[in-house]
């Protein structure tokens, strides 16, 4: 078996997730990582070349059957660093959302997350040792009008990520939460949101919020937010009321033309 140090890493097909895993396989980690789309497979085959294992699975991690079928790929081998970036999200208003989406939303960025963290996390717990990074968003800061449910879930992995670093904090297992803001990669075509201001407009390299959330990380920080722009924002929601905070993001989420494409 390799002595590498080895790392999972979730929603690592494509954007933050893909460069959250290559600057981990850079750092000397074996990796085994996890999507739930075939593009996985094409993300692992690049990593491998810069050397070090690499498996892939795809699998759904809204379900905790998915969750278990990524911890079995670990083959009972311990978990150096964990890296939970999987998530989803959704525009449009909450009332004329499907539910059923709404619903994988929540699945997805909270239960999900949260099984995979229970599991590593005491495993963790019990070597005394490991690092654990969560992905947020500044988003959760905020009230999010036509995007409720997905500010609503990163506010609980904002909030959740740092009870869990109390917790740990007579321990050498340290949590660190990325939040990021819009960055340039699928997420707002999946979230059905191209058609919003915050859909249009420049946004922040994936790698270089990567790279903000790995130094993070490895420092044993409690929290980054990649981006000057971002860090002004995060700042002003801890400031302004929650009302004017809604308005604030209705002004970036709502569809321009009152519909979705």
């Known amino acids: 078996m390799s002595t590498r140090p080895f790392a999972i890493v979730t929603g690592a097909s494509t954007g933050i997730g893909f460069e959250l895993a290559r600057l981990a396989a850079e750092d000397g980690h074996d990796l085994l990582i996890a999507a739930d789309e075939p593009a996985i497979e094409t993300a692992a085959a690049t990593l491998r070349q810069q050397g070090g294992e690499v498996t892939a699975v795809q699998a759904d991690l809204s379900t905790t059957e998915g969750v278990d079928k990524l911890l079995a790929a670990a083959g009972g081998r311990a978990v150096d660093t964990l890296v939970a970036n999987a998530g989803r999200g959704l525009g449009q208003g909450f009332l004329d959302q499907d539910f059923a989406k709404a619903r994988l939303v929540i699945d997805t960025n909270v239960t999900g997350t949260v099984y995979l963290l229970h599991k590593v996390g005491r495993a963790m717990r019990a070597r005394n040792a490991g690092r654990i990074l969560i992905t947020g968003s500044i988003a959760g800061f905020m009230p999010g009008s036509f995007q409720a449910v997905y500010n609503g879930t990163k506010s609980f992995l904002n909030s959740f990520s740092f009870a869990l670093r109390d917790e740990l904090k007579d321990t050498d297992v340290t949590v660190t939460c990325l939040m ?12 059905e949101m191209l058609n919003t201001p915050v859909g249009e407009q420049k946004k922040d390299d994936p790698a270089m919020v990567a790279r903000a959330g790995y130094d993070a990380m490895k420092k ?20 302004l009321p929650s009302g004017v905070m809604a308005s604030m993001h209705r ?6 033309n009152g519909e979705s494409k």
Do not use: H, I, W
């Open 180 to 191: 990021p803001g819009p960055t340039e990669t699928r997420f707002f075509e999946r979230a």
């Open 220 to 239: 044993g920080e409690g929290d980054v937010v990649s981006g000057l722009k971002n860090k002004v924002q995060s700042t002003l929601a801890n400031v």
């Open 251 to 256: 002004n970036m989420a709502e569809p321009n």
